[in-house]
């Protein structure tokens, strides 16, 4: 019954940063894999990033590898998401989900707009 929200999007140039953040209650938030995903208009939902339970392990698609970083906080039961070097591609809304493998819980969602 885990609850997440979502913060920290915007707009922003090509080439700057945002970090968005995952909030999580509700839950034991250290016994959760979670993720964050994207979806733009008219397109599917994909995948971004996935971390496991403690924070040492981490996955990126390929077209954020190397700009973007994924971690999380336990103490602080929350998610994060650092975007640097962000492209026009990366317009989506943002979601945060846990336990991203089996039976997702979504975050409500928070835009990211990337002008050039």
């Known amino acids: 019954q885990v609850q997440l929200v979502e913060s920290g999007g915007g707009l922003v140039q090509a080439g700057g940063s945002l970090r968005l953040s995952c909030a999580a209650s509700?839950?034991?938030?250290?016994?959760?894999?979670m993720g964050w995903f994207r979806q733009a208009p008219g397109k599917e939902r994909d995948l971004v990033a996935l971390?496991?339970?403690?924070?040492?392990?981490?996955y990126y698609t390929d077209a954020v590898k190397g700009r973007f970083t994924i971690s999380r906080d336990n103490a602080k039961n929350t998610m994060y998401l650092q975007m640097n070097n962000l492209k026009p591609e990366d317009t989506a809304v943002y979601y945060c989900a846990a336990d991203p493998r089996g039976s997702p819980t979504w975050g409500q969602g928070t835009q990211v707009t990337v002008s050039s």
């Open positions: 509700g839950g034991t938030f250290s016994n959760y894999a």
């Open positions: 971390i496991n339970r403690s924070g040492a392990t981490t």
